[in-house]
């Protein structure tokens, strides 16, 4: 049959014909039954293969590097550490931080912590170069058995706990790209720095960063003193920082320590009898919240953060990660004390305030709202609800009276703002170092400091200065002044009646010692027409020159608070922080020498390189040495009692001895402002200078009037006793007892009253200091 006259209906219908008529393949080459072919490798298909399988490796190995840590970065990794506050004598007053974190050296950690760690998290820890092969290899078969178990090295956590960029999903991604960043920690560390930089970076339960911080947070310990037992709780808990916190979940912690305990005995760490026996002990926790953990005065600390603020700024440095060390000049002990003291006498002032203002049968200070009908209104409109109902569009009368109908909100605003405050603070007058400050009851009720924060009326405290500016102008102390009141009028017709009803009626004069002591007002203001070298005169204007140095005299002997050189201001009605009036008196006691308060000696970084250290930025002799002593001398008085010329000893601080047993060499003074809305007292030895502030934060909030309550000696003064009384009893402490010294060559004043200067010029000391 032709080839060309194939039979299309046969040929697709019979295989026989079809196979007969097929076209040959002139391009198959035909197999010899005797040599088959050989294998032909195809080097460019194989070529291309290998290329796109390199570039998709190289793709990954990218994808997986993508903003892993930096060669800089590992090398020098950041975590947030907390800055501390230390006293002279190394005690933590206060914390800085994001992460309560406090870092320490591996040999400052109890080696049982180091063995918990490996025993649990890594026991190949030091057989593996950051990825534990035999681990990861051995995971499928757990995954098999339904036993899902972590691989991570003691590495790999550190690589995922020091650099956020890797991520914490659970993924194949992740883990890949947590691997490669352990490889690199190993290659730049050794194991010791592995372990260290983990048992200071990771987070225990109840919120603290780092062994140090957590054995302090849960035991009250260093990391250095922690048992086996403790290092178990810690380390048991990193599997589950809340399932596990042995102060949350006490049983559950119990059997993971047990667990942990147990592994440590499995990989030869302890004992079989020191197993049991530590599995049999319970957990005792001395738990410290890790918010106050550290925290004795964190009225200081905010004081310090406003000290260093244009430092930390110009250096870079942030005062809540970076972990530096501000040494400061607080006296450990002595602000435990102060802390004490504080707290006791306000809690013990204030119910008996509130019952000063509460009738028999009465509602809470009854009395009060009654005396003040205005008070309660204008109370509540300064509360934060009261804006906000202002803000919602209602009119200001119906949020007033809305919130007046809630009972409990009236009864909260009630006593908010009508508790009493108060604040302390003691310098070293030599030096002027700050050894203890108390800027409040409650930081965090109350965020306003009471030594720098606030200023006040100082009332009769602020008289040692027109003292020293009589005394500068050459009034011996015994000089006679009139207790007589006076009456001063203006050009106007504006009338100044300054009247002290406290005066004695059976004598017209007394020494200025003794109206110095006694506190007569009348006495004082008497001093302005001699000062002012017009002695007969009652013309306000008059009185200004003496107005002025005695203003003059303040900013001298350290105040830096604007003053208005009225005559008033010899009465203390310009107001001013206590700090301002302690620092003031360390010039008296100092032998007039004026150092300005110093809070900081030296600020470290964490490794302990000293990066500042800080001295008084003014140091300047004030006032004369026998002017300075003069006046201390004057105000041993106050405490000691002083013959006024009517056959009584009397002084407004002699409760200092007579309640608290206080008998050393002591001046001081008190002071209480009009309504009794401040109470103060200032006392001070030639090696301190204490003084303490007591009231509302609202000077609304008052005492009675004509009541022995509202006074510096009963509010103020019980405060810097109770400080004397616990520190003086302190064996640790080195309270100093010397006595004030009179300067070389000093000659004691006359007993009778000298001849003053009439004129209005300053006196030989006060053209010498400011250059007349």
Not at 148 to 162: D, E, K, P, Y
Not at 212 to 236: N, Q, R, W, Y
Not at 451 to 480: C, I, L
Not at 731 to 743: A, G, I, Q, T
Request: hydrophobic share 35%; no cysteine; net charge neutral.
């Amino acid at each position: 049959m032709a080839k060309d006259n194939i039979d299309i209906n046969r040929f697709f219908n019979d295989p026989n014909y079809r196979k007969a008529n097929a076209k040959p393949n002139n391009n198959r080459k035909k197999k010899s039954p005797e040599k088959p072919d050989s294998f032909v490798i195809p080097w460019k298909k194989l070529t291309i293969g290998l290329g796109v399988l390199f570039l998709l490796l190289l793709i990954t190995f990218f994808f997986l590097t993508r903003n892993l840590p930096s060669i800089d970065e590992l090398e020098n990794p950041r975590t947030n550490i907390a800055s501390l506050i230390k006293s002279n004598d190394g005690i933590v007053i206060d914390k800085f931080f994001y992460e309560n974190r406090t870092t320490v050296k591996l040999d400052q950690i109890s080696p049982h912590v180091t063995a918990a760690l490996i025993a649990t998290e890594d026991h190949r820890f030091y057989d593996h170069w950051g990825v534990d092969m035999k681990r990861m290899a051995s995971l499928p078969f757990y995954f098999i058995q339904g036993k899902f178990q972590g691989g991570s090295t003691i590495a790999m956590q550190l690589a995922r706990n020091l650099y956020q960029k890797i991520g914490r999903e659970v993924s194949v991604q992740r883990k890949l790209r947590e691997m490669i960043t352990a490889i690199q920690i190993e290659r730049n560390y050794t194991k010791d720095e592995i372990l260290e930089m983990y048992l200071n970076t990771v987070e225990y339960s109840n919120s603290s960063f780092g062994i140090e911080s957590a054995a302090f947070t849960h035991f009250g310990k260093k990391a250095s003193d922690l048992t086996v037992p403790e290092a178990a709780v810690l380390i048991g808990a990193l599997k589950g920082i809340y399932r596990y916190n042995p102060r949350v979940n006490p049983e559950r912690a119990l059997n993971r320590r047990n667990t942990v305990i147990d592994l440590m005995y499995q990989h030869s760490y302890i004992s079989k009898e020191e197993r049991d026996n530590f599995i049999a002990e319970p957990i005792t926790l001395n738990y410290h919240p890790p918010f106050r953990a550290g925290r004795e005065s964190r009225y200081f600390g905010e004081y310090i953060k406003t000290q260093l603020n244009s430092w930390l700024n110009e250096n870079g440095y942030d005062l809540y990660r970076d972990g530096i060390v501000i040494y400061t000049t607080i006296d450990g002990r002595m602000q435990k004390h102060a802390e004490a003291a504080l707290q006791a006498r306000v809690d013990s002032l204030q119910p008996i305030f509130q019952r000063e203002w509460t009738s028999r049968d009465g509602d809470y200070m009854d009395i009060y709202w009654k005396r003040f009908p205005d008070f309660l209104d204008s109370f509540i409109k300064e509360t934060q609800a009261y804006r906000e109902g202002v803000a919602e569009g209602s009119s200001p009368e119906a949020v007033l009276n809305d919130l007046k109908m809630n009972s409990a909100f009236v009864d909260s605003v009630k006593r908010i703002r009508t508790r009493l405050e108060a604040g302390f603070v003691a310098i070293e007058p030599q030096t002027g170092h700050i050894l203890a400050w108390v800027g409040g009851t409650n930081f965090g009720a109350v965020q306003y400091d009471h030594v720098y924060q606030m200023k006040r009326q100082p009332g009769s405290t602020f008289k040692p200065f027109v003292y020293a500016v009589a005394v500068d102008n050459g009034y011996s102390p015994q000089y006679q002044l009139s207790i007589r009141p006076k009456v001063f009028r203006s050009a106007s017709g504006q009338i100044w009646d300054p009247s002290d009803a406290s005066t004695p009626k059976n004598i017209s004069t007394v020494p200025m010692t003794a109206a110095l002591a006694r506190s007569y007002n009348n006495a004082t203001v008497s001093l302005l027409p001699l000062l002012s070298g017009t002695p007969e005169t009652d013309r306000i204007e008059d009185l200004e020159p003496a107005a002025r140095k005695i203003v003059e005299m303040a900013k001298t002997l350290g105040i830096k608070s604007p003053m208005k050189p009225y005559p008033a201001i010899a009465l203390g009605t310009e107001d001013m922080s206590l700090l301002e009036m302690v620092s003031a008196y360390t010039t008296f006691a100092s032998g007039g020498v004026y150092n300005e308060p110093v809070s900081i000696l030296r600020i470290e970084d964490k490794d302990g390189n000293v990066l500042r250290e800080f001295f008084p930025r003014e140091q300047r002799e004030a006032i004369s040495p026998e002017t300075a002593y003069t006046v201390v001398d004057m105000l041993r008085g106050s405490i000691r009692g002083v013959d006024a010329g009517d056959g009584v000893k009397q002084g407004t601080a002699v409760r200092l001895a007579n309640q608290f047993g206080v008998s050393q060499d002591i001046a001081g003074k008190t002071g209480t402002t009009q309504n009794s809305a401040d109470n103060w007292f200032i006392a001070m030895t030639p090696s301190i200078v204490m003084g303490a502030w007591v009231g509302g934060d609202d000077r609304r909030t008052r005492f009675p009037e004509r009541t022995a309550l509202g006074q510096g000696a009963r509010m103020a003064l019980p405060i810097v006793g109770e400080f004397i009384y616990r520190s003086t009893r302190d064996k640790e402490l080195n309270w100093k007892y010397d006595p004030f010294e009179p300067p070389l060559g000093y000659l004691p004043p006359g007993r009778v009253a000298d001849q003053p200067r009439s004129s209005t010029e300053p006196s030989p000391e006060i053209k010498r200091r400011t250059n007349w």
